[in-house]
């Protein structure tokens, strides 16, 4: 008996071992719970796309909104090509009354210079007249017509340059005209063409100034060395003057290379074409 109890001791034992060593299945979820689990499922899919397709719509209407305000603002600077020809032509006819007004004032100078370079000969023969040295006073004679013959001549030299470089300056504004009628960024041409503008009626102010001067000399005695310093005072005075005006035109003439330079800056600028008015019209009520 006891070998016996002894027998079911030891199964009993091994029983519990085996059976504590058997784990518990878990229990499987039930088809009301999966159908729930799915629904959420579906449910959060469905709300992902439909705030992805909003999103795109208000991508898309911020896109159509950013167009139609570039749109409008080039529509506001753009220029067809008949108002470009008007703008070009009004240009040209403010360029030539500056002109007529310049050339009106420069003949007036001039021939107030003329009575005046007259007038100064006058004088100037019956003062050497007490010299009795027949080659001094030829070459005083000849020295006072010389200087203000080169003053006449450089003056209107000078002139034709300043015409030069208004006619320059017009080619170039035409071209910032057409940049700017295209939607481009001309403020830094514009504003360089407003200083060479400003430039060149500076030269024209200068050129009349000095297309009113004359050059002589006192020659108040016959010695030869005061004569050789009223001639060389005389000669000073003229180049000190023609060469400050030459100066005032090379400031003018750089002011326009620098809007040459500027406008450079834009790239292909000289391939831009102009809308003529029915494209531009077509354009305006399409947006519309």
């Known amino acids: 008996m006891k070998y016996f109890f002894g027998i079911l001791g030891i199964l009993s034992l091994w029983a519990g071992v085996v059976f504590a060593q058997t784990p518990t299945a878990p229990a499987a979820p039930s088809a009301e719970l999966l159908r729930q689990l799915e629904q959420q499922r579906e449910a959060l899919e469905q709300q992902r796309m439909e705030a992805q397709k909003r999103l795109e719509e208000l991508r898309m209407q911020q896109r159509q909104n950013v167009e139609v305000i570039t749109n409008e603002a080039r529509d ?92 320059v300056l017009s080619r170039i504004l035409s071209r910032i005209d057409k940049a700017e009628a295209n939607g481009l960024d001309v403020a830094e041409p514009k504003a360089k063409h407003e200083v060479a503008k400003n430039a060149i009626s500076n030269l024209r102010t200068k050129i009349a100034e000095q297309a009113l001067k004359t050059y002589t000399f006192t020659a108040s005695t016959s010695s030869s060395e005061a004569l050789r310093g009223d001639v060389g005072n005389a000669r000073n005075l003229i180049h000190r003057d023609l060469s400050a005006l030459r100066d005032v035109a090379k400031s003018a003439r750089d002011a326009v290379h620098d809007v040459a330079r500027a406008l450079a800056q834009i790239p292909r600028v000289d391939e831009l074409e102009l809308p003529d008015t029915s494209t531009t019209s077509t354009t305006s009520q399409t947006q519309q």
């Open 76 to 167: 506001r600077l753009r220029m067809t090509r008949e108002e470009f020809e008007q703008r070009r032509e009004q240009i040209k006819e403010e360029m030539e009354d500056r002109r007529e007004a310049f050339r009106e004032e420069f003949e007036k100078r001039r021939e107030e210079a003329r009575r005046r370079f007259e007038t100064q000969r006058d004088q100037l023969k019956q003062r050497i007249e007490g010299i009795r040295d027949d080659r001094k006073e030829q070459i005083l004679e000849r020295v006072h017509n010389q200087m203000n013959e080169l003053n006449k001549r450089l003056t209107e030299h000078f002139s034709k340059v300043a015409d030069q470089l208004e006619d």
